[in-house]
Every structure is written in C-alpha cells, then in structure tokens.
C-alpha cells in the first residue's frame, strides 16, 4: 500500500518494504528523516537512528508528534501512510508535473490507471480519487492547518474545511474584517472587560467568548441597518419618487 510513494521518494526498495517486518520498519523512518524531512538537526537524530535501543518507540512518538502527525505509533500503518505522504509534499510542493513524470503506470491504482470514458475531462476534479491516501492525508493535514478537529470521516472532515474556508477566508470575509478593523481598535479577550465576575476562570473565558461573538452580531447588524439606510435614502431623493402615494412615479 506504500509502494507509490516510496518510489516517488526514490526509495531503494519500494516494492519489497513490509511494515510488519520491525527492522525494514525502523530503518524506513531514519532514512525517510535522513533523506526527505529533515526536520531535526543531524545531533538530533540519534534516538531514531539507534535502532536496537528500547528507548527507540519513545523516539518514534516524540518525532512523530514534532510532525503534527494525527496518528498514535500504534496506528502503525496509517502513521507510516501519512509521513510518507509528509515527505512527498515537502520533496514536490506544488510542482504536480514533476512527480507526474515518476513512473505513472505505477503510481497510480489499478481502476486510476483506466482512461475517462469518452475522452479527458477537463476538470481536474474528475481525476481525483477521494479514497486515496494522499488524499485523506492532505485532507487531514489541512484541517490541522484550520485547527479543526479529527473526525474518521474524512469526507465530513472537507465539508467542515469549505465552511470554515467559506466564512473566514473567503473574499466577502477577508474584505469584512478589514472594514471591520478600520472602524476601531480590535476586541480581544485580554482587552474585554466582562463587567463581572462568576469566581470561576473557565466560566469568564467562556462569558467573554459569548459578549465577542454578541459583538460582532452588532456589527453585521448595524452594517445591515446602515445598508437599508442608504437604500432609502436614496429612494426618497429620487425625484420620481412620490412618497405620498408609497410608490415609484412613471
């Protein structure tokens, strides 16, 4: 199941890996730092690379965390999915024709191989496999990103991403913040004063939580009073306008 993208990481034997085996397994996690992630210091990396020492599943924990890796070690082959699929998006990036040119008719899965009926489609959401690994693995990565919550449905999971994408990083919610930010000072949680106090730490975070987003109701609110202001203003300067009658003049 790892054979694609061991050999998209130049792996020596990509077809002949086994996860079960423990010294192809551990040895696969030092040459995957070593060679593709490189995210500890060379002094760092010998607790991965002492490979016989009892202390040795500690270190695989500690490493992967220091990922941001969702999966417990116990999890074994899920774990080494997403590091694989780690490592691939740091060697590649964003240049997809590169790693389209690694051997393609073994990348891809058998049904993924077979050409759309009745020619290419020229969306590129039609060649996506929902179900493949790298796909979950980016989907999850994302939601991290996002600070969204794990969920074993990584559809669902996606679906959460839109919305949050939607309401905080869309153009509409981009261009609101910044008008938002141009009417005033910003209100934070340190800044808010709650006007009272429940004794409990936790419950007054919480109060605070609740009078911000009741905040920002009145803003969207007052925007939106302000709007049908405007608007009919600009109706009763309109000099077709025959107020007396409640209608516009022909």
């Known amino acids: 199941m790892f054979q694609r993208k061991l050999l998209a990481l130049n792996h020596h034997q990509p077809q002949k890996f086994n996860s079960s085996d423990e010294n192809e397994f551990r040895s696969m996690i030092v040459w995957l730092e070593d060679q593709k992630v490189r995210h500890y210091k060379i ?3 010998a607790g991965l690379r002492n490979t016989s020492s009892s ?30 699929g780690y490592a691939v998006r740091l060697e590649y990036g ?10 393609p008719h073994t990348l891809g899965s058998s049904d993924g191989n077979k050409p ?6 020229s969306n590129p959401l039609d060649a996506l496999d929902f179900e493949d690994p790298d796909f979950k693995a980016g989907v999850t990565s994302l939601a991290m990103m996002l600070q969204i919550p794990p969920y074993h449905d990584h559809l669902e ?11 905080k990083l869309s153009k509409e919610a981009l261009d609101r913040a910044g ?15 709650l ?20 905040i920002r109701d009145l ?13 009919v203003q600009t109706i009763t300067a309109n000099p077709k306008t025959d107020s007396r009658l409640g209608k516009v003049g022909r």
Not at 72 to 83: F, H
Not at 94 to 103: F, H, Q
Not at 116 to 121: E, K, L, N, T, W
Request: charged fraction near 30%; glycine fraction near 6%; proline fraction near 6%.
């Open 43 to 45: 002094e760092d990396r």
């Open 55 to 84: 202390d040795w599943p500690k270190a695989l924990e500690n490493y992967a965390n220091d990922l941001g890796c969702p999966y417990p070690i116990s999890e074994r082959n899920p774990m080494i999915d997403w590091l694989l």
């Open 94 to 103: 964003d240049d997809a024709e590169k790693l389209r040119s690694v051997k």
């Open 116 to 121: 759309p009926q009745g020619g290419a489609s």
């Open 157 to 167: 999971q996606l679906k959460a991403i839109c919305i949050v994408v939607k309401e």
């Open 179 to 193: 008008k938002e930010q141009q009417q005033g000072e910003p209100v934070t949680l340190e800044t808010l004063n």
């Open 195 to 214: 006007g009272f106090d429940t004794g409990d730490y936790i419950i007054n975070e919480a109060a605070k939580i609740l009078r911000l987003l009741h």
């Open 219 to 231: 803003r969207e609110l007052q925007s939106s009073i302000n709007q049908a202001i405007v608007a």
